[in-house]
């Protein structure tokens, strides 16, 4: 029996990894500089980092120990010649590179090399990413007019890819990384004061129609592909959604549907409805993140996040591709070896900010 490991893994913020430094640059001489002291690049800001070569060794320790042939990576650099030279310089050049789009926080597909020609991008038919992942309409909430449409574009388009492995069938992979919450609403008084002051509460909101607007419209194309038949009816769709399985406060109060159970589509279509690769008693306490929530007085949260969903001809078993049994995993292992002292002490004590994901499929 053959089998394909494949893991998700954002990697935080891979820009500073690079200097940080503006786009020309980086065309004219990629490189990753000994020392990192910091930068500022629109409203974000990146930490020092004493010994970037140091760090690159301690991600890439992890990523071989988990040893993926496909791996889905999310925050990737901007220009595909920086993650070349990080996987050259610091993975051996076992994998080869494909980008999705070019921004900030690039989603990256890294195949290993013996794979290479049996996996590759690929775009649905009659189709290009600038239809796909753009002009997404929504209103804002409490609006109705319709001046006050607003059309939504993906900053980061999926990435998929199609493997050509089991006879007669092909697998396809695709990487998310969706918006984040991220809004104005940032502290448990702005919450309380909604109603004096509700501009903060308002952007949280239009953050998260952003982010359900973005996953429905990557639901309509899973379910595309899986309706084309048999030939590909196996995807698998992996990354940072920036969700995770449980209600936060800005959903209990509105009611607004969590984006998992959005994507995985509905129980009326089980022919295109997916499930969480993750057996229910490892999903029950899996997590990939902390985070601090200022909405729940401060209290640090543990969250899973970074998911790998399966289509029904996985799942179900009717299909080429199997996934192992209990495969589907938090890589902790992996992440601590390239912890040192406190994680939360500053960038360069850890690997990243998320865990990677890994599972194994079978045919």
């Not at 760090?55 to 990737?76: H, N, W, Y």
């Amino acid at each position: 029996m053959s089998q394909l490991k494949v893991c998700t893994y954002n990697i935080e913020w891979m820009l500073s990894l690079f200097g940080a430094q503006r786009d020309v640059d980086w065309l004219a001489d990629p490189k990753i500089p000994d020392t990192f002291p910091g930068a500022k690049r629109g409203d974000i800001r990146f930490k020092p980092i004493a010994d970037v070569h140091g760090l690159c060794t301690r991600i890439a320790k992890g990523i071989e120990s988990v040893d993926p042939d496909v791996l889905f990576v999310q925050e990737g650099p901007p220009i595909p010649q920086q993650m070349s030279l990080f996987v050259k310089m610091f993975l051996n050049d076992e994998y080869a590179v494909h980008r999705s789009n070019r921004a900030d926080q690039s989603v990256y597909a890294l195949v290993r090399r013996s794979l290479q020609d049996d996996i590759t991008p690929w775009v649905p038919d009659n189709s290009t990413p600038q239809v796909l992942w753009r002009g997404i309409p929504y209103y804002p909430w409490g609006t109705i007019a319709e001046s006050a449409r607003k059309s939504h574009n993906l900053a980061r388009h999926p990435l998929f890819v199609r493997c050509k492995l089991a006879s007669g069938q092909d697998l396809i992979l695709g990487g998310v990384h969706t918006k984040s919450k991220f809004s104005k609403l940032k502290t448990k008084k702005q919450w309380d004061d909604r109603e004096a002051k509700p501009a903060p509460v308002l952007d949280a909101l239009s953050s998260r129609q952003k982010l359900s607007a973005e996953v429905h419209c990557l639901r309509d194309v899973l379910t595309r592909i899986v309706a084309v038949g048999p030939s590909q009816a196996s995807v698998v769709v992996v990354g940072d959604f920036n969700d995770g399985p449980f209600f936060d406060l800005m959903e209990r109060e509105f009611l607004i549907r969590n984006i998992l159970d959005e994507l995985v589509g509905t129980f009326l279509d089980p022919n295109t409805y997916f499930k969480h690769a993750m057996e229910p008693e490892i999903l029950a306490s899996a997590a990939t993140t902390r985070f601090s929530d200022p909405l729940e007085g401060g209290a640090l949260v543990e969250e899973l996040i970074d998911h790998i969903l399966v289509s029904p001809a996985i799942w179900s078993g009717i299909g080429a591709y199997g996934l192992k049994a209990k495969s589907c995993q938090v890589e902790e292992a992996a992440w601590q070896l390239g912890v040192v002292g406190n994680p939360e002490g500053s960038r360069e004590n850890r690997p990243s900010d998320h865990k990677p994901v890994s599972m194994v499929l079978e045919w």
